[in-house]
Protein backbone atom coordinates (compact mmCIF):
# COMPACT_ATOMS: atom_id res chain seq x y z
CA UNK A 1 0.00 0.00 0.00
CA UNK A 2 0.92 3.66 -0.75
CA UNK A 3 1.14 6.23 1.85
CA UNK A 4 2.28 9.72 2.36
CA UNK A 5 2.82 11.29 5.60
CA UNK A 6 3.41 14.76 5.95
CA UNK A 7 3.57 15.73 10.18
CA UNK A 8 3.49 19.12 9.99
CA UNK A 9 -0.43 20.48 10.16
CA UNK A 10 0.52 24.26 10.22
CA UNK A 11 4.18 26.14 10.12
CA UNK A 12 4.22 29.77 10.58
CA UNK A 13 7.11 31.88 9.90
CA UNK A 14 7.93 35.91 9.14
CA UNK A 15 8.73 36.78 5.73
CA UNK A 16 12.23 36.59 4.38
CA UNK A 17 12.59 33.32 6.69
CA UNK A 18 12.98 30.08 5.15
CA UNK A 19 10.28 26.77 5.82
CA UNK A 20 11.21 23.47 5.41
CA UNK A 21 8.36 20.57 4.23
CA UNK A 22 8.44 17.42 5.65
CA UNK A 23 7.28 14.66 3.28
CA UNK A 24 8.22 10.62 3.63
CA UNK A 25 6.28 8.06 1.38
CA UNK A 26 6.24 4.86 1.93
CA UNK A 27 5.59 2.19 -1.07
CA UNK A 28 7.31 -1.06 -2.05
CA UNK A 29 7.09 -0.35 -6.33
CA UNK A 30 10.50 0.60 -6.89
CA UNK A 31 9.50 2.80 -9.86
CA UNK A 32 7.53 5.75 -8.71
CA UNK A 33 6.81 9.22 -8.89
CA UNK A 34 6.71 12.40 -6.47
CA UNK A 35 4.76 15.42 -6.46
CA UNK A 36 3.61 18.79 -5.10
CA UNK A 37 1.29 20.99 -5.52
CA UNK A 38 0.72 24.17 -4.00
CA UNK A 39 -2.86 25.53 -2.96
CA UNK A 40 -3.52 28.96 -2.34
CA UNK A 41 -6.32 30.32 -0.34
CA UNK A 42 -8.15 30.80 -3.60
CA UNK A 43 -8.54 27.00 -3.63
CA UNK A 44 -6.64 25.58 -7.10
CA UNK A 45 -4.37 23.03 -6.91
CA UNK A 46 -0.69 24.47 -8.86
CA UNK A 47 1.45 21.66 -9.77
CA UNK A 48 5.08 22.70 -8.19
CA UNK A 49 7.09 19.68 -9.16
CA UNK A 50 7.56 15.91 -10.32
CA UNK A 51 10.33 13.91 -9.99
CA UNK A 52 10.99 10.02 -10.61
CA UNK A 53 12.38 7.59 -7.65
CA UNK A 54 15.37 7.24 -10.28
CA UNK A 55 16.44 10.81 -10.28
CA UNK A 56 17.61 11.44 -6.80
CA UNK A 57 19.15 15.06 -7.65
CA UNK A 58 18.36 17.80 -5.97
CA UNK A 59 16.64 20.29 -7.78
CA UNK A 60 16.03 24.46 -6.72
CA UNK A 61 13.51 26.57 -8.85
CA UNK A 62 14.13 30.32 -7.91
CA UNK A 63 13.36 30.35 -4.24
CA UNK A 64 11.69 26.76 -4.09
CA UNK A 65 14.25 23.37 -3.63
CA UNK A 66 13.50 19.79 -3.19
CA UNK A 67 15.61 17.52 -1.46
CA UNK A 68 15.01 13.98 -2.35
CA UNK A 69 16.51 10.94 -0.51
CA UNK A 70 15.35 7.09 -1.14
CA UNK A 71 17.38 6.10 1.87
CA UNK A 72 14.92 7.91 3.87
CA UNK A 73 11.99 7.89 1.83
CA UNK A 74 12.12 11.75 2.03
CA UNK A 75 10.73 14.34 -0.40
CA UNK A 76 11.61 17.82 1.19
CA UNK A 77 10.53 21.08 0.06
CA UNK A 78 12.53 24.13 1.17
CA UNK A 79 10.91 27.81 0.84
CA UNK A 80 13.96 30.07 0.92
CA UNK A 81 13.37 33.86 1.65
CA UNK A 82 9.50 33.59 2.20
CA UNK A 83 7.10 36.22 0.92
CA UNK A 84 3.56 36.48 2.15
CA UNK A 85 2.63 35.29 -1.16
CA UNK A 86 3.82 31.84 -0.20
CA UNK A 87 1.09 31.54 2.41
CA UNK A 88 -0.85 28.26 1.68
CA UNK A 89 -1.31 24.73 1.75
CA UNK A 90 1.08 22.44 0.01
CA UNK A 91 0.66 18.73 -0.53
CA UNK A 92 3.21 15.95 -0.94
CA UNK A 93 1.85 13.05 -3.44
CA UNK A 94 2.78 9.98 -4.81
CA UNK A 95 2.25 7.84 -7.92
CA UNK A 96 3.48 4.04 -8.20
CA UNK A 97 3.65 2.09 -11.49
CA UNK A 98 1.47 -0.12 -9.62
CA UNK A 99 -1.71 2.07 -9.16
CA UNK A 100 -0.91 4.40 -12.53
CA UNK A 101 -3.03 7.54 -12.25
CA UNK A 102 -3.88 7.54 -8.76
CA UNK A 103 -2.38 10.27 -7.15
CA UNK A 104 -1.67 9.74 -3.33
CA UNK A 105 -1.54 12.82 -1.44
CA UNK A 106 -0.76 13.90 1.73
CA UNK A 107 -2.60 15.51 4.41
CA UNK A 108 -1.35 18.61 3.07
CA UNK A 109 1.07 21.50 5.45
CA UNK A 110 -0.19 24.84 5.99
CA UNK A 111 2.22 27.70 5.71
CA UNK A 112 1.14 31.29 6.98
CA UNK A 113 3.69 33.90 6.59
CA UNK A 114 3.74 37.28 8.17
CA UNK A 115 5.19 40.41 7.10
CA UNK B 1 -3.36 28.43 -22.87
CA UNK B 2 -6.55 27.64 -21.34
CA UNK B 3 -6.42 25.41 -17.81
CA UNK B 4 -8.64 22.96 -16.65
CA UNK B 5 -12.45 24.50 -16.82
CA UNK B 6 -14.94 23.29 -14.33
CA UNK B 7 -18.51 24.74 -14.03
CA UNK B 8 -20.38 25.53 -11.78
CA UNK B 9 -17.83 27.16 -9.27
CA UNK B 10 -19.93 27.22 -6.79
CA UNK B 11 -23.27 24.86 -6.24
CA UNK B 12 -25.99 25.00 -3.47
CA UNK B 13 -28.04 22.58 -3.57
CA UNK B 14 -31.13 21.45 -0.93
CA UNK B 15 -30.68 17.80 0.22
CA UNK B 16 -32.36 14.94 -2.67
CA UNK B 17 -31.68 17.16 -5.65
CA UNK B 18 -29.97 16.36 -8.18
CA UNK B 19 -26.19 17.99 -8.98
CA UNK B 20 -24.19 17.48 -12.08
CA UNK B 21 -20.72 18.82 -12.22
CA UNK B 22 -18.88 19.65 -15.43
CA UNK B 23 -15.39 19.47 -16.51
CA UNK B 24 -13.36 20.57 -19.86
CA UNK B 25 -9.28 18.73 -19.60
CA UNK B 26 -6.79 20.47 -20.92
CA UNK B 27 -7.07 19.88 -25.08
CA UNK B 28 -5.00 17.39 -26.32
CA UNK B 29 -5.04 15.43 -22.86
CA UNK B 30 -6.48 12.16 -23.15
CA UNK B 31 -6.70 11.61 -18.86
CA UNK B 32 -9.16 13.26 -16.99
CA UNK B 33 -9.91 12.46 -12.97
CA UNK B 34 -12.56 13.64 -10.64
CA UNK B 35 -11.03 14.22 -6.84
CA UNK B 36 -13.38 15.41 -3.74
CA UNK B 37 -11.08 17.24 -1.02
CA UNK B 38 -12.75 17.51 2.62
CA UNK B 39 -11.74 17.96 5.86
CA UNK B 40 -11.76 14.65 7.53
CA UNK B 41 -10.30 12.90 4.24
CA UNK B 42 -8.72 15.33 2.62
CA UNK B 43 -7.65 14.66 -1.73
CA UNK B 44 -9.17 11.68 -2.76
CA UNK B 45 -9.25 10.35 -6.38
CA UNK B 46 -13.38 9.29 -7.25
CA UNK B 47 -12.76 8.02 -10.93
CA UNK B 48 -10.56 8.48 -13.88
CA UNK B 49 -11.03 8.13 -17.24
CA UNK B 50 -8.45 7.52 -20.20
CA UNK B 51 -9.39 8.16 -24.21
CA UNK B 52 -12.65 8.33 -22.23
CA UNK B 53 -13.07 5.00 -21.22
CA UNK B 54 -13.28 4.97 -17.13
CA UNK B 55 -10.39 3.20 -15.88
CA UNK B 56 -11.18 2.93 -12.02
CA UNK B 57 -14.30 3.99 -10.04
CA UNK B 58 -13.10 2.39 -6.97
CA UNK B 59 -13.15 5.32 -5.25
CA UNK B 60 -16.58 6.13 -6.14
CA UNK B 61 -18.50 6.28 -2.41
CA UNK B 62 -21.50 4.91 -3.87
CA UNK B 63 -24.26 4.26 -6.15
CA UNK B 64 -25.38 7.71 -6.22
CA UNK B 65 -21.90 9.42 -7.52
CA UNK B 66 -22.29 8.54 -11.45
CA UNK B 67 -19.33 10.01 -14.08
CA UNK B 68 -19.42 9.85 -17.75
CA UNK B 69 -17.09 11.49 -20.40
CA UNK B 70 -18.97 11.41 -23.78
CA UNK B 71 -16.05 12.56 -25.48
CA UNK B 72 -12.29 13.60 -25.23
CA UNK B 73 -13.65 17.63 -24.33
CA UNK B 74 -16.13 16.80 -21.77
CA UNK B 75 -16.61 14.94 -18.27
CA UNK B 76 -19.52 15.17 -15.67
CA UNK B 77 -20.08 14.27 -12.84
CA UNK B 78 -23.67 13.26 -10.74
CA UNK B 79 -24.57 13.01 -7.79
CA UNK B 80 -28.46 12.13 -7.24
CA UNK B 81 -29.90 12.14 -4.83
CA UNK B 82 -27.05 14.71 -2.75
CA UNK B 83 -26.61 14.33 1.00
CA UNK B 84 -25.15 16.75 3.24
CA UNK B 85 -22.40 14.45 3.48
CA UNK B 86 -21.41 15.54 0.10
CA UNK B 87 -20.88 18.73 0.66
CA UNK B 88 -17.05 19.24 -0.70
CA UNK B 89 -14.98 20.82 -3.08
CA UNK B 90 -14.68 18.50 -5.83
CA UNK B 91 -11.54 18.72 -8.70
CA UNK B 92 -11.17 17.76 -12.02
CA UNK B 93 -7.86 16.98 -13.75
CA UNK B 94 -6.37 16.51 -16.52
CA UNK B 95 -3.27 14.56 -17.98
CA UNK B 96 -1.09 13.73 -21.16
CA UNK B 97 -0.82 10.23 -20.30
CA UNK B 98 1.74 7.73 -22.09
CA UNK B 99 0.61 4.26 -22.90
CA UNK B 100 1.41 1.71 -19.82
CA UNK B 101 2.53 -0.98 -22.12
CA UNK B 102 6.30 -1.10 -20.97
CA UNK B 103 7.96 -0.78 -17.65
CA UNK B 104 10.89 -0.40 -19.30
CA UNK B 105 10.41 3.67 -19.74
CA UNK B 106 11.00 5.74 -16.92
CA UNK B 107 8.05 7.60 -18.60
CA UNK B 108 5.86 5.02 -17.53
CA UNK B 109 2.13 6.76 -17.09
CA UNK B 110 3.05 8.80 -14.02
CA UNK B 111 2.18 12.20 -15.97
CA UNK B 112 1.23 15.18 -14.41
CA UNK B 113 -1.86 16.22 -13.50
CA UNK B 114 -2.92 19.15 -13.82
CA UNK B 115 -6.21 20.77 -11.68
CA UNK B 116 -9.07 22.78 -12.45
CA UNK B 117 -10.43 25.37 -10.16
CA UNK B 118 -12.78 23.63 -8.50
CA UNK B 119 -16.17 22.90 -7.64
CA UNK B 120 -17.38 24.31 -4.02
CA UNK B 121 -20.27 21.93 -3.49
CA UNK B 122 -22.92 22.95 -0.40
CA UNK B 123 -25.46 20.30 0.20
CA UNK B 124 -28.23 21.57 2.53
Known amino acids: AQKVTQAQTEISVVEKEDVTLDCVYE???????LFWYKQPPSGELVFLIR??????QNEISGRYSWNFQKSTSSFNFTITASQVVDSAVYFC????????????FGAGTQVVVTP | DAGVIQSPRHEVTEMGQEVTLRCKPI?????LFWYRQTMMRGLELLIYFNNNVPIDDSGMPEDRFSAKMPNASFSTLKIQPSEPRDSAVYFCASSLSRPVASSESLGFGADTQYFGPGTRLTVL
Open chain 2, 27 to 31: SGHNS
Open chain 1, 27 to 33: TRDTTYY
Open chain 1, 93 to 104: ALMTTDSWGKLQ
Open chain 1, 51 to 56: RNSFDE
